[in-house]
């Protein structure tokens, strides 16, 4: 068997022995009769499965919701925000540098996005404080820590949360007596705020009429535990194969299985970087697969496994006949 | 090595299966795309289209 | 320079230099003649595998008009009229067989190893726009205004963070991945269709593996 030489459709490496499609007998083929076909059975199928499954919709967790539901939870937030111990206050790129954030191997791939959306976490609790008034608690409670040093600050929030770890259920009420200065009032202050509904208002419209980004409002939540407490109990979690899943039985995103197949498995699911690595392993086999054209022993798999051949029985039988 | 459980509860129908957790929607949405491959491969095609004789060719 | 009152021949050496000429060049000799929309195909296309091409394109059409109609209501429609939520469930489940399709379709396309005969370019540009759509559907995901944007967002900011990415795609600002879902990714995926369906095309179906080549029996 010899290439052929001249089509406009061959790739110029000498060893590919592939025919030119346009050499063989052809048949009628109607293709655009064949897309109005297709197109019909999936507007078909489309207003069927939407008719009888519909689409999930629950309703987005409030500030108000976190505030009545997890009280507690609100208030040891609060302090571990003052305190700078919360996930967003010791995160890292793309929010402050109080971390190098993680690695791929020796590439500080976290750090090198920089510090583009600048939170200050602490500002998260501060910033709704500072704009209410007629609570002359607050007011005074505020005072108070802006007149502390900020050694002073720390202390007080971070004992305060410590102190709330070891309070049966995290009940404020329940705290061990100790110095906590004005952190216990502001916690309270923000608890309140939240029960308004009027926090996450601040929070994102920061001062401007239109809002749009919700970034401060959802890494307050998600330095919470009463988010992602709903997500697990939804088997959304990172670690439950979450990403692939949905709420309720909806349909999820069954084509991330091979994603988040890596968290749930060592060394990714227990290591520190594990995003970046989960990152850069899925990176490496997307160029695998996008590559396979180009190499060999990948690219033999078809021939070595040959499904093809129930493909094109008709035409191998009519070609042995031959 | 745990058994297979089929976990049912408000936040939906799970399948657990050792490391493996997945819903029952996505599984049968799964298994039905495998089935669909398979009979795309076995079902026959064609209608009769097919002619031995219809040698005609694009002339280069 | 004068005018002619005859109609120009195509080609006319006098005008080498004219970008439209060439553009018009170009265009044309993308796709051998009569083979931009044949009405007849190899006849060793014939199998069922081969559908799963035009369904994923049919799903494509349907997903981006129910979404066209979800963006006659906007953002906070469907959470208010059983009208929008049928529309968003037509955009989900558009979605769904959209995605199961294309990944029949890939399936297909790796056991037959269709990127032979000079068609790793249609290969590869499959592959991206799977992983375009990939992006779409996530954006769309981010873009509900509920429960699921916030848990998927929340967990997302992670891993885009992790590698840098987060510091320019901020998924927890809806405004931002609102416009990527509805304008700049739809713009990617459909461009990459339009390429990919325009090698196919080009290259024509590719042959069985084995196959013989006709125009050396045809000597024969």
């Known amino acids: ?322 | 090595m745990s058994t297979l459980s089929i976990v049912t509860e408000s936040a939906g129908r799970y399948v657990h299966w050792g490391v493996v957790l997945i819903s029952v929607t996505n599984l049968l949405i799964i298994a039905a795309m495998v089935v669909v491959f398979v009979l795309a491969l076995v079902v026959p095609f064609g209608s009769g289209h097919e002619q031995a004789t219809d040698q005609e060719r694009r002339e280069p | 320079m004068t005018t002619r009152t005859d109609s120009p021949a195509p080609g006319n050496t006098n005008d080498a230099g004219s970008w439209t000429l060439r553009l018009r060049s170009r265009i044309v000799g993308l796709v051998p003649a009569g083979q931009a929309l044949p009405d007849r195909q190899p006849i060793y296309v014939a199998s069922w595998i081969y559908v799963f091409g035009v369904l994923t394109l049919a799903a494509l059409a349907v997903v981006i008009i129910s979404g066209g109609l979800l963006a006659i209501g906007g953002v906070a429609w469907w959470h208010v009229s059983s009208l929008g939520l049928f529309v968003n469930s037509l955009h989900l489940w558009s979605v769904e067989l959209f995605f199961g399709f294309m990944v029949i379709h890939l399936w297909g396309k790796f056991w037959m190893a269709s990127w032979r005969g000079g068609r790793a370019m249609t290969w590869i540009t499959g592959m991206v726009l799977f992983l375009t759509s990939i992006g779409a559907a996530f954006t769309g995901y981010l873009s509900q205004a509920n429960f699921a944007s916030q848990w998927i967002s929340a967990e997302a900011k992670d891993g885009l963070n992790s590698i840098g990415v987060g510091a320019f795609f901020n998924v927890l600002n809806p405004g931002q991945m609102l416009l990527w879902h509805v304008v700049l990714l739809p713009l990617g995926v459909g461009a990459l269709t339009v390429i990919h369906v325009v090698l196919v095309r080009r290259h024509g179906v590719a042959p069985p593996i084995d196959a013989a080549d006709p125009s050396m029996e045809k000597e024969a």
């Open chain 1, 1 to 322: 068997m010899t290439t052929a030489t001249g089509t406009k459709s061959r790739a110029s490496t000498p060893r590919d022995k592939t025919p030119d499609s346009h050499d063989f007998p052809t048949r009628s083929y109607d293709l655009v009769k064949e897309f109005t076909i297709a197109l019909v059975v999936v507007i078909v199928l489309t207003g069927g499965l939407a008719a009888v499954f519909s689409s999930p919709d629950e309703k987005s967790i409030t500030m108000s919701t976190w505030a009545n539901q997890a009280p507690n939870d609100l208030i040891a937030t609060a302090a571990a925000e003052l305190a700078g111990t919360s996930v967003s206050a010791t995160y890292g790129a793309p929010y402050n540098t109080n971390s190098d954030g993680q690695k791929l191997g020796p590439l500080s791939l976290q750090k090198w996005g920089g510090v583009r959306l600048p939170v200050d976490s602490a500002g998260l609790v501060l910033g709704p404080l500072a704009a209410v008034s007629g609570d002359s608690t607050l007011s005074s409670a505020l005072a108070t820590w802006k007149s502390a040093t900020a050694d002073q600050q720390t202390k007080w929030a971070t004992d305060y949360g410590d102190a709330l770890s070891k309070a049966p259920d995290g009940d404020p009420t329940k705290v061990a007596t100790g110095d906590y200065g004005p952190v216990p009032d502001m916690a309270t202050g923000l608890l309140r705020l939240a029960k308004t509904g009027g926090l996450e208002g601040i929070l994102t419209s920061s001062g401007n009429f239109y809002g749009g980004d919700q970034t401060q409002s959802l890494l307050l939540l998600s330095d919470g535990a009463y988010l992602e407490d709903q997500a697990r109990a939804r088997n959304l979690g990172g670690d439950q194969w979450g990403m692939m899943n949905e709420t309720g039985n909806y349909p999820g995103q069954p084509w991330m299985w091979l994603y988040t197949f890596w968290y749930q498995i060592p060394p990714f699911s227990t290591s520190d970087n594990a995003d970046a690595q989960v990152w850069g392993l899925m990176m490496l086999l997307t160029l695998l697969l996008m590559f396979v054209p180009f190499i060999p022993g990948l690219r033999s798999i078809p021939r070595l496994i040959p499904i093809h051949r129930l493909v094109w029985r008709n035409y191998y039988r009519r070609a042995a006949r031959r």
